[in-house]
């Protein structure tokens, strides 16, 4: 995938409202890739985090014998982080204020994460 | 986790603990150790420190070489089961080195997070330097000595 197609996909993300930024990150680094994001929003500490979630949700997945993780939703008084797992190691996580149309943005980050890659 | 300054010890320690490091160095641009956590031989710290200023020396001289005004602030070696953090930053007291092997329980990100509220944590605290004073030859000795003792224990 080049920058320009994940550049449109992310701004496919944050158009919905609600959203302050969405970040392509590498669970095995926890780097970010690409990203769209409001300004102020810390999107390296973003992804550092993210990405020991995902990493600590494969792990328990793992021990109760789940299949791999494909969702992480945070869910905090201030806002929602949402990891969705794309290929080759990459996850599409979107930060977000509290009232967002959780629903929807599920839905969204399913059927774009699996276009990463 | 030993310190030669004791306002080190906090910055240090939540740089080991929230980036879960194995190894932590902290030490001067010209490879002085200020502070480490992990190592138990002081052999190994000295080599460490020797290795880690010159790759950055390294790097710096390499990256003046392609045209670039500043250093590469951070480099990074991965490796399969760990990886090695080594970045300079400013202190009151001058350009230091922090060097911080992780394994697979931590990753890049995590460490590069950590490290930049460490470098931002030191700044604040840091005193500032003491007034250059006369090294004396019989007293030198004792005070390498008493530096070898903070960052290692024993006698």
Redesign the interface.
């Not at chain 2, 990753?107 to 995590?110: A, H, K, P, Y």
């Given at each position: 995938m080049n920058p320009e197609r994940w550049q449109r996909l992310l701004e496919d993300v944050t158009a919905i409202d609600g959203v302050r930024g969405a970040i392509v990150v590498t669970a095995e680094d926890g780097l970010v890739v690409h990203e769209a994001a409001v300004e102020g929003l810390e999107t390296g500490d973003v992804a550092a985090l993210a990405s020991v979630v995902v990493r600590r949700a494969e792990a328990i997945a793992t021990a109760s014998g789940d299949s791999e993780v494909r969702l992480c939703t945070l869910s905090a008084e201030k806002g929602i982080v949402i990891a969705a797992q794309g290929e080759h190691g990459l996850w599409l996580v979107a930060v977000t204020e509290p009232d967002v149309e959780l629903g929807r943005l599920r839905l969204m980050l399913g059927d774009l994460a699996p276009e990463l890659g | 986790m030993r310190v030669l300054e004791p306002w080190l010890a906090e910055p240090l320690g939540e740089l080991v603990r929230e980036s879960s490091a194995r190894l932590a160095l902290v030490m001067t641009s010209s490879g002085q150790v200020v502070g480490q956590h992990g190592f138990t031989r002081s052999l190994d710290v000295m080599a460490a420190a020797a290795l880690g200023a010159g790759i950055l020396a390294t790097t710096g001289e390499l990256a003046r070489l392609v045209g670039s005004d500043a250093d590469f602030g951070a480099v990074v070696h991965?490796g399969a089961q760990q990886g090695v953090w080594l970045a300079g930053f400013d202190t009151p007291r001058g350009r230091w080195v922090a060097l911080v092997v992780f394994g697979r329980n931590s990753?890049?990100?995590?460490v590069?997070?950590f490290f930049q509220r460490f470098a931002a944590r030191v700044r604040e605290v840091a005193p500032m330097p003491m007034p250059d004073r006369e090294v004396l030859a019989e007293g030198f000795e004792r005070e390498l000595d008493a530096s070898l003792r903070a960052l290692f224990g024993g006698g």
């Open positions: - | 991965q990753t890049v990100g995590l590069r997070m």
